[in-house]
Nanobody
Framework: QVQLVESGGGLVQAGGSLRLSCTAS????????MGWFRQAPGKEREFVAA????????NYADSVKGRFTISRDNNKNMLWLQMSMLKPEDAGRYYC???????????????????WGQGTQVTVSS
């Protein structure tokens, strides 16, 4: 299993930017597709973005396309989510997640992710 720790959340005004980080340890980060999900109070956890283990393929939820960018550095065991033009509806707890090592295509389905961090809170004021 890989352990994941998110950081970088906080309070930002609408229209502002934040960069979330996810530090991985204890597993084969470099062979895992990775994703970001978020969950607002009273709502289901939803897909935000995903990146293949090579970094060559990315996928985004329609609601964040053109505003968020997912990236990774396998040498540093790091995953990032650059968020720009933030909206109040982007607020929530953001989770870093890893698919099982060496298995399957990149997916937006949260049940296909085997490892999760504890999340970092993002608040967007209007």
């Amino acid at each position: 299993q890989v352990q994941l720790v998110e950081s970088g959340g906080g309070l930002v005004q609408a229209g502002g930017s934040l960069r979330l980080s996810c530090t991985a340890s204890g597993g084969t980060f470099g062979t895992r597709h990775m994703g970001w999900f978020r969950q607002a109070p009273g709502k289901e956890r939803e897909f935000v973005a995903a990146i293949s283990w090579t970094g060559g393929i990315t996928n985004y939820a329609d609601s964040v396309k053109g505003r968020f960018t997912i990236s990774r550095d396998n040498n540093k065991n790091m995953l990032w989510l650059q968020m720009s033009m933030l909206k109040p509806e982007d607020a929530g707890r953001y989770y870093c997640a890893a698919q099982p090592a060496g298995r399957g295509p990149l997916t937006a389905t949260r049940y296909q992710y085997a490892s999760w961090g504890q999340g970092t809170q993002v608040t967007v004021s209007s």
